[in-house]
């Protein structure tokens, strides 16, 4: 069975502050993984999106990082601003010649709250 | 540059209606995938359209349907509404077939009463 496991389920941080938030996949085989932002009642919006090869991928303040061996991923958030606090969700993407048809296949996110 | 674009942003159906939700993808994308997403939950696929054609369904009762016009918009419906239907329901676009770089829409909240 294709899973994406996350942790923390949640998480409380200082403003100004750094937080690492983690994903575990199980998805085989891989074609690549992305991180989302989704703040409450919107559509989540692509913060990275990384392949196999990739090991690492900025923009701006988020940073990715893929273990494609050991099928794990982070997202290092630097410097937490107060709009920071959202749900950041990780998704990956089966590889479609595997039939899994390239359906996403979504964690249940890491809830963040940056705190004044 | 517009992005994907959803409409009505709200909506408040009673149970056994029916309801249409509307999707403009980014300009040039010809790919659009729609996901419904229970309040603490992550997206469920429902249905993905390339070029007008049906290209992937997700595990949704036949209430659900779909369709891709020229323009490649998109239109979701839902017959038979139940309490359970109440999500965001977002919509996504993308250059390629089921290709990496999705973009979603902000949702449409529909809530059955």
């Known amino acids: 069975k294709n899973q994406v496991e996350q942790s923390p389920q949640s998480l409380i941080i200082l403003e100004g502050k750094n937080c690492t938030l983690q994903?575990?996949?199980?998805?085989?085989?891989?074609?690549?993984l992305r991180w989302y932002k989704q703040d409450t009642g919107r559509g989540p919006v692509s913060l990275t999106i990384m392949t196999f090869s990739e090991n690492t991928k900025s923009n701006g303040r988020y940073t990715a990082t893929l273990d494609a061996d050991t099928k794990q991923s982070s997202l290092h958030i630097t410097a937490s601003q107060l709009s920071d606090s959202a749900s950041y969700i990780c998704v990956v993407s089966g590889d479609r010649r595997a039939g899994n048809n390239r359906k996403l296949i979504w964690g249940l996110g890491t809830s963040l709250a940056v705190n004044p | 540059d517009a992005g994907v674009t959803q409409s009505p942003t709200h909506l408040i159906k009673t149970r056994g209606q029916h309801v249409t939700l509307r999707c403009s993808p980014i300009?040039?994308?010809?790919?659009v995938s729609w996901y419904q997403q229970v309040l603490g939950q992550g997206p469920q696929f429902i249905f993905q359209y390339y070029e007008k054609e049906e290209r992937g369904r997700g595990n949704f009762p036949d209430r659900f349907s779909a369709r891709q016009f020229p323009n490649y918009s998109s239109e979701l419906n839902v017959n038979a509404l139940l309490l359970g239907d109440s999500a965001l329901y977002l919509c996504?676009?993308?250059?390629?077939?089921?290709?990496?770089?999705?973009?979603f829409g902000s949702g449409t909240r529909l809530t059955v009463v």
């Open positions: 300009s040039g994308h010809k790919s």
């Open positions: 994903c575990n996949y199980t998805v085989s085989p891989f074609s690549n």
């Open positions: 996504a676009s993308s250059g390629q077939q089921g290709a990496a770089g999705y973009t």
